[in-house]
């Protein structure tokens, strides 16, 4: 399946942050974000704020280490008509220095590759859902154009197998064969999960599982990340619903 490549993340990002801003405006900036029930809106941009602002730092400096994220150490907004420039002068900062990088240029990371396009790629799908997180708050479109959604679900995929020993629960995705159909009703596949005694393995057939997911890919993706309950409307089940239920319940990074 098709992986987002570097400058299609950096392009992505790009409209994302046009998307994140634009809601920003629209926005109270202390109304409770459902997903994120923890954050006010204000919470919420200062946290992908201050991310964006690191990783800036990180990747400008092509550190071969990880810099710890102080946010005393960088600037916040001084008031809330101040929250939306100064979120998108971090955004543009990050997005003009990602655009000049080599993808394959070394540097910390803390996923399968160790190198910038990590990076292009990370910050794109955690700008893309924190803009649903955003879009939730006041009833907006919350939906990923299909190419990211694809994306994004690979992106999970790719990571969980390498978070074991960090995140204990990630270790409960094992199984005896059982499988888990993840279909796009959008177009082709996605494919099946199946859960092993090591861990679990992904193909594209998508035969008779145990039981099944279906809806658009950007609905996959939304489930797949906690954005979107198995129970809403746009989600068709199938078979053990209890094995979804599990999958999604110890499969998040966080």
Known sequence: MHRLGHTECVD??????DRFVALLDASDPDARVPTCP????TDLA??????????????????PERIPRVEAE???PESPDDIAPWFRAGASALVATLKVCDSDTP?????LTHHVHFWSRRQLHETAMHRIDLAL????????????????????????????????HLAKLRGNGETIALRATDGDGFGT?????????????LGATDASVSGSTSDLALTMSRRLMVTDPRIELAGRIDLVNHWIAHSALD
């Open 46 to 63: 200062v946290h992908l704020g201050i991310i964006h602002r690191w990783v800036t730092r990180m990747v400008r400096e092509r550190t």
């Open 12 to 17: 992505r990002l790009g409209f994302e942050v």
């Open 38 to 41: 923890e954050w006010t809106v």
């Open 193 to 205: 999960i199946t859960l092993t005694p090591t861990g679990f393995q992904v193909d594209d057939d």
């Open 137 to 168: 708050v006041g009833g907006a479109a919350a939906e990923l154009d299909r190419a990211a959604a694809l994306d994004s679900i690979l992106e999970l995929l790719d990571f969980i197998p390498n978070f074991g020993a960090v995140l204990p």
């Open 107 to 111: 540097m910390w990371a803390w996923g």
């Open 74 to 76: 960088y600037p916040h």
